[in-house]
């Protein structure tokens, strides 16, 4: 079965500095999709990135970077410089290849709070 | 904005009754995901259609249903509620219904007194 883990409940850090959340996931599957939310404490759900399993490339957006590892099965996400608008729960999130429909599994959220 | 909406943005009501909660998918998107997200669940995927077929089936109780209409929008249907019911509601949609990217509404609030 597939299992998302953010072990990171909350992190709080101080304005400009970088924070890493961390997230490991479990499939039997060879092929897969991971995919990283961000809910604002406006409470809706904002996509991040999509990342399939045969592009272990890293991606930068901005200050926002990925770092995709098969061979520990985590899916890492960098905010560089963090802003006071970052805070919010950032989710992690694994998708099964399936041809009839998708199978979609949350983490439990990482509370992410900067402060000025 | 995603372009995914969802009404009502909130809903109260009292244990016993039942609701239905309204979704609209993204201009061009055929397949509609129901979650509930509750504090002790977290969020939890319900039920997928794709262009009126249901197409993956989550942690959806029986007193719960949906259907997806011809006009591609989605309706959750809640009876027999419960205090526990009491969650954020969201619709999301996506182009395929495999794999592909969701893009969320922005949730119907239900408090169940």
């Known amino acids: 079965a597939q299992k998302v883990t953010q072990a990171q409940t909350e992190i709080s850090v101080v304005e400009k500095e970088d924070v890493t959340l961390d997230c490991v996931y479990e499939?039997?599957?060879?092929?897969?999709?991971l995919f990283w939310y961000k809910q604002p404490p406006s409470g809706e759900l904002v996509f991040l990135i999509r990342r399939n399993s045969f592009d272990e490339q890293n991606e930068i957006s901005g200050r926002y970077s990925w770092n995709f590892q098969k061979s520990t099965s985590s899916f890492n996400f960098t905010i560089t410089a963090s802003q006071v608008v970052d805070s919010a729960v950032y989710f992690c999130?694994?998708?099964?290849?399936?041809?009839?429909?998708?199978?979609?599994?949350f983490g439990p959220g990482t509370r992410l709070s900067v402060l000025p | 904005d995603s372009g995914v909406t969802q009404t009502p943005k909130h809903l109260i009501t009292a244990t016993g009754q039942r609701v239905t909660l309204r979704c609209s998918p993204r201009s061009g998107d055929l397949s509609v995901y129901w979650y509930q997200q509750s504090l002790d669940q977290g969020l939890q995927f319900l039920i997928q259609y794709y262009n009126g077929e249901e197409r993956a089936k989550g942690n959806i109780l029986e007193r719960f249903s949906a259907q997806q209409f011809p006009d591609l929008h989605s309706e959750l249907n809640l009876s027999s509620l419960e205090l526990g019911d009491s969650a954020l509601y969201f619709c999301a949609s996506s182009v395929y219904p495999s794999t592909d990217t969701q893009y969320f509404g922005p949730g119907t609030r239900l408090t169940v007194l």
């Open positions: 999130a694994l998708s099964e290849a399936r041809n009839y429909g998708q199978n979609f599994v």
């Open positions: 499939t039997r599957d060879t092929t897969y999709y």
